[in-house]
């Protein structure tokens, strides 16, 4: 009988992302309503290296799968190295990142393991049942797994990042020998970005409809700039074209978990809300009082952004001025 809930971490250019130590969190969850045993793999290039920051943070155990034909990511290949340590592990739950690389090795692993999938989960309940939305939010669905293995990946941001514990998991190699494949990797080539990461920020600016066009995240961009922060975005404005979609939060965008969420000019509709209510700290700046958004937050300030934002970012700058020339 399959028993552990197995964590599936998959490196970033030989790198882990923050998404892997959330990953470790949600498996945390599981495995305790499950009452089985937490396990690990890293899979990819680099894995034995990365297996060791992953022992430390919780697992019972840990499993490597290293290849030459994992040097960079294909769907196929992972997929085939994922259920090789699936299938060593033994493991009832397989869990992954619901990133673009996460989905789409869940997908080919279910066919592989024969398991049921459900992706973007949300929720963890006690007796192992998952959550997931749909629909932008509007709709919560409750899915129970039939299957004896079954597959899911957890929407990023949504479980705490497991933090290093004071003794490490063993580490296994697993072998892993890939058949012929009928995709090959060709070429990466990297986003040319100065911006901070909003999936890892531990602060968020965004800017919604309110900002009344693509000039108004020129004062967005400032203060974030001046706190630090990453730039978000409600879906109405990526929609509108006056931001890349990379920048939203949402149901339908990123989920993010800061310690502070400025949001200025967003009304607070439930697909945006579900996608930040998260956030330690929530500062709202809006003209319109009563706006959902308003509402919750823990700060909220009326008024014309166009007014306020550089009157805050100025007071910013300044004091960080003065703390530079004290130091």
């Known amino acids: 009988m399959a028993n552990g809930i197995l964590v599936v971490v998959l490196p ?9 130590y959330e990953l470790l ?22 894995a034995a290296a990365l297996a060791a920051d992953i ?20 769907e196929e290949a992972y997929a085939k190295a994922a259920a090789a340590a699936a299938e060593k592990s033994g493991a009832s739950r397989i869990v992954l990142p619901s990133t673009v690389a996460g989905r789409a090795v869940a997908a080919r692993l279910a066919v592989l393991l024969k398991a049921g999938l459900a992706t973007d989960v949300t929720e963890i309940l006690s007796d192992g049942k998952v959550r997931r939305g749909y629909y932008g939010g509007n709709l919560i669905a409750e899915v129970e797994f039939k299957t004896s293995v079954a597959v899911l990946t957890v929407a990023p941001m949504t479980f705490p990042r497991a933090e290093p514990k004071g003794a490490a998991a063993p580490i296994e190699a697993v072998a ?3 058949d012929a494949s ?5 070429s990466f080539k990297a986003e040319e970005s100065r911006e901070i990461d909003l999936g890892a920020a531990e602060k968020v600016v965004s800017g919604g409809f309110g900002l009344g066009g693509p000039d108004g995240f020129k004062l967005v961009f400032d203060l974030a700039h001046a706190l630090g922060a990453a730039v978000g975005a409600s879906r109405r404005a990526v929609d509108s074209g006056w931001i890349p979609y990379r920048h939203q939060v ?8 800061p310690k502070l969420y400025v949001a200025v000019g967003i009304s607070g509709q439930i697909q945006h809300l579900a996608g930040m209510s998260s ?8 003209s319109d009082k009563d706006c959902p958004l308003m509402q919750m937050a823990s700060i909220a300030v009326q008024g014309e952004y166009s007014e306020l934002l550089p009157l805050i970012t100025g007071e910013i ?8 020339t004290a130091a």
């Open 12 to 20: 970033s250019r030989g790198a882990l992302s923050p998404s892997s």
């Open 55 to 74: 022992a430390a943070r919780g697992a019972e155990k840990v499993f490597a799968v290293e290849h030459a034909s994992l040097a960079n990511f294909t």
């Open 182 to 186: 009928k995709s090959e990797f060709v």
């Open 250 to 257: 949402g149901l339908t965008g990123r989920t993010v978990r």
């Open 176 to 178: 892993f020998e890939p």
């Open 279 to 286: 956030s330690s700290t929530i500062v709202a700046i809006n």
């Open 25 to 46: 969190g949600a498996g945390r969850v599981l495995a305790d309503a499950l009452k089985q045993p937490l396990l690990a793999a890293v899979v990819g290039g680099g």
């Open 317 to 324: 700058k300044n004091r960080k001025g003065a703390v530079a």
